[in-house]
């Protein structure tokens, strides 16, 4: 008997997102593939955030004819249960987290959507293989005694990624990982992307550094105003032309070793 074919992980269909008065996602139409490794790339301030939010479900679009939204297939979810399917690396999360937790406490602390552990939550003894998984997959075992106030910034990254991979989830969708990172953490922290694409794991970035577009990443989604304005194969789309008129300023691109390098 064939296999049902396997949902895309997002699917957004004339979708539009309002906060305040201003309209900030704009017709936004965008489909992603439950293993695609996907860049979205924008200066700051064209909506890119929104779009996080809208799909981890912070912000709600309008509801009008032809607008839809599902997550791997369904258009219904609970934040728990859609955090065990899409992790999410942000570096909002990391500042409301509190200092004095371990990097182990971190890492659980995904199972429960909280900032850490307290005295309410019941670690049971499967979280804790999980959460030890998730440490050992990252390189970052060393890490788990150790309190985040004490780690470097990319330690503290690095855990934050373990923390979303402590589900083993389909996907795991970037929010500007190498923002206030200094390059050495910046490099950490893309091998890691590198390592998790290779891995099988679906890759949804969100950026405005073209450096963070690892090689594994195939296909780019430009958007600017609130708008996609460009959807196709990465050497297609980052060309000078395309990303002078993105960022509104004359850029030159640099290629090494399947890293493209504004210059």
């Not at 780690?151 to 990982?177: K, Q, T, W, Y």
């Not at 594994?216 to 000078?240: F, H, Q, S, T, Y």
Request: with cysteine; net charge negative.
């Amino acid at each position: 008997m064939p296999q049902e074919p396997t949902p895309p992980l997002l699917d957004l269909k004339s979708i539009c997102v309002m906060r305040g008065r201003k309209t900030v996602l704009e017709h936004v139409n965008l489909r992603i593939g439950a293993d695609e490794h996907v860049a979205i790339l924008g200066p700051n301030g064209c909506g890119k955030s929104t779009l996080i939010k809208t799909i981890t479900r912070e912000c709600y679009p309008i509801a009008q004819d032809g607008s839809s939204m599902t997550i791997l297939g369904d258009d219904s979810w609970d934040v728990f249960s859609l955090r065990k399917m899409l992790g999410i690396v942000s570096n909002d999360w990391m500042q409301l987290c509190t200092g004095e937790a371990t990097g182990i406490e971190i890492v659980l602390s995904g199972c429960f959507s909280s900032t850490s552990i307290f005295s309410t939550h019941e670690v049971t003894a499967p979280q804790q293989e999980q959460a030890a998984i998730a440490l050992q997959r990252l390189g970052a075992t060393h890490l788990a005694a150790r309190a985040v106030v004490e780690m470097s910034s990319g330690e503290a990254r690095r855990v934050l990624i373990a923390r979303a991979l402590v589900h083993n989830p389909r996907a795991l969708l970037f929010d500007e990982p190498c923002n206030s990172l200094d390059f050495a953490a910046q490099q950490i922290v893309r091998q890691t992307m590198r390592t998790l694409a290779q891995a099988g794991v679906g890759i949804i970035l969100v950026t405005h550094e073209l450096a963070d577009i690892v090689p594994e990443i195939d296909r780019v989604v430009l958007m600017n105003r609130g708008k996609i304005v460009a959807d196709g194969p990465k050497p297609e789309l980052l060309v000078e032309n395309r990303l002078s008129e993105l960022f509104g300023v004359a850029v030159g691109i640099e290629r090494i070793d399947g890293h493209f390098h504004l210059r």
